[in-house]
């Protein structure tokens, strides 16, 4: 009897989890709402009553109250006992103006551009496609960016923004400074490579992109007084990659391409690194261990939106075999995202 009433309760608790799993996508949404309000930006210099924050924003009190109270129980919000919401240890994040800012996510992945992409993942497992070939003319990710400068423009933001992320421990755990040239081959707006320069005075650097990232990367590089230590140039890494760097690193690149075009951009920089140079990739390795969700999620988002995966070690290390390499070694990281740093030599 009592063994029959555990199960019953056990089975329902599991169900009522699955149910919330399925109803995620509502929070993800509220996100995307409340950055699209600017509700952070409102409540940065303290805690405010739902009024104020509807008068300031022109929502409904009712139904902004709705989101930020389901947002209050995943720590993006909290609330006080007089009603007042202010900011949660999450809801930090939303800011515009701070250090790793999530804001240019959360709207560039959740609305319009983020319902039209998900709505879609089914033909994706279905098809092995990304969602992109099918919206726009069977346009690749990065061409259908292009179609909108806007669009354009808010992907850079995400991209910067997840470098802070991306970046978190990798210079106390991997020592960049036994290079004399390094090439940020698809390096954007130049996050990472400013941060690398920065920790290694005697350290030149290529910034290497499409050309419509060349304006963003120049002013970051400028801004951040490296203009006469970093060159930044547009091209093709398909194509080419600049010669004669003894480190080339690519930083969530390779994740956004399947085996054969991956294969490709390695071959390209195993042309051009000096015979004694470091390939250095910054991923989100798959581990048999499993720890963390984020991984696993970015590997979905990578067959919704690209077309690529994450891999685990052993498939790094055929895929630099393929192109040339040896990979040499893994480092983990602390970045809460699972990023790993992968370096290989030329074979």
């Not at 989101?67 to 515009?96: T, W």
């Not at 808010?154 to 290079?179: I, N």
Request: aromatic share 6%.
């Amino acid at each position: 009897m009592h063994s029959t009433a555990r199960s019953t309760t056990t089975n329902a608790e599991g169900g009522a989890r699955l149910l919330e799993l399925i109803q995620m996508r509502l929070v993800s949404e509220s996100i995307h709402v409340v950055a699209q309000l600017g509700v952070a930006d409102l409540l940065a210099d303290g805690p405010k009553s739902i009024e104020q924050l509807a008068k300031a924003t022109g929502a409904d009190v009712t139904s902004l109250g709705r989101v930020l109270r389901a947002l209050a129980r995943f720590g993006v919000f909290s609330q006080d006992a007089a009603g007042q919401f202010a900011l949660g240890h999450l809801g930090e994040f939303l800011k515009r103006d701070v250090p790793g800012s999530l804001h240019p996510a959360a709207l560039f992945f959740g609305g319009e551009t983020g319902a039209s992409t998900i709505q879609l993942l089914l033909d994706c497992v279905r098809t092995g496609e990304s969602a992109t070939h099918k919206l726009d003319g069977s346009k690749p990710l990065f061409e259908w960016l292009q179609g909108d400068p806007e669009r354009t423009k808010l992907f850079h933001s995400v991209m910067t923004s997840f470098s802070t992320l991306h970046l978190t421990g990798v210079l106390e755990v991997y020592d960049f400074s036994r290079a004399k040239k390094i090439v940020d081959v698809g390096g954007g707006h130049g996050k990472i490579i400013s941060e690398i320069l920065k920790k290694s005075p005697e350290m030149r650097g290529v910034l290497f992109d499409l050309p419509h990232a060349r304006e963003g990367g120049q002013r970051a590089i400028t801004q951040a007084g490296l203009h006469d230590r970093c060159e930044v140039i547009s091209g093709d890494f398909f194509v080419s990659v600049p010669t004669g760097a003894d480190a080339y690193l690519l930083s969530r690149v390779i994740h956004d391409w399947d085996d054969k075009k991956t294969i490709t951009i390695l071959k390209n920089v195993r042309t051009a690194i000096v015979p004694h140079g470091r390939l250095i990739l910054l991923e989100m390795m798959l581990r048999p261990e499993g720890k963390g969700v984020y991984p696993i999620l970015s590997d979905l988002n990578m067959l919704l939106l690209t077309g690529g995966c994450e891999r685990t070690e052993d498939e790094y290390r055929g895929l630099y075999r393929a192109a040339g390499f040896e990979l040499t070694k893994t480092v983990a990281t602390k970045a809460p995202t699972g990023t790993t740093v992968i370096e290989g030599k030329p074979i």
